[in-house]
């Protein structure tokens, strides 16, 4: 599933790329990459499940539409904890992204949009996708014309209570036999949960 998603956003690029390329009018299209802190929410109940980890991932980011520019990426964060509890976000989201009209060496652009992250969970060893939302400022310069260098902050919240109901046994994967506790196929056992994370990372591009 991660690897047809690479595929897509290689396959979007590819083919965006060129045709922009053409583009003379406007902000100019880019491409890059963020790296950074990836917490729980704090004072989130995510908080109190899970550590703080690494993040990083890509974007693109061209004109329109009217006085927007339409943002698409994707991250990949691994958090673990201090018992068996683990989770791996993988977040696909379309923003559009506001530059403020204000005149200061750098530039200050508001985001906000939405998407789905693909999201494994554990112990329960589910993995499917859920739908999340995202918030985001970013505050970047422009180093020699061409490079774009900054700070991105960004919160995103993951919606697992839209579903009706726990995984199904599709949903589950297991690394061993010792996976498949019967407690963690029991709906009485599985609880719906909301996750939180707030990202502030470096960004290129």
Do not use: C
């Not at 018992?83 to 993988?90: F, P, S, V």
């Amino acid at each position: 599933m991660i690897f047809k998603v690479l595929l897509i956003f290689i396959t979007f690029f590819s083919i965006i790329i060129p045709i922009s390329a053409d583009n003379e009018e406007g902000p100019p299209f880019e491409v890059g990459f963020w790296l950074g802190a990836a917490n729980p929410l704090p004072g989130s109940q995510t908080a109190k499940k899970l550590d703080s980890t690494l993040g990083l991932g890509v974007f693109t980011r061209f004109p329109g539409p009217f006085m927007f520019l339409s943002e698409f990426g994707m991250g990949v964060s691994n958090y673990q904890s201090k018992t068996e509890r683990g989770l791996t976000a993988i977040p696909v989201y379309g923003a559009l992204a506001y530059k403020l009209p204000i005149e200061l060496p750098i530039s200050i652009f508001l985001r906000g949009g939405a998407g789905a992250a693909y999201v494994i969970a554990r112990p329960s060893n589910t993995a499917k996708w859920d739908p999340m939302a995202l918030l985001g400022v970013e505050t970047s310069f422009v180093a020699g014309r061409k490079v774009r260098i900054g700070l991105r902050m960004d919160y995103q919240r993951i919606f697992e209570t839209i579903a009706n109901e726990p995984p199904t046994a599709a949903q589950r994967y297991y690394f061993s036999p010792l996976d498949r506790d019967y407690r963690l196929s029991n709906p009485n056992y599985y609880q719906l949960k909301d996750v939180e994370f707030f990202h502030f990372s470096l960004m290129v591009s």
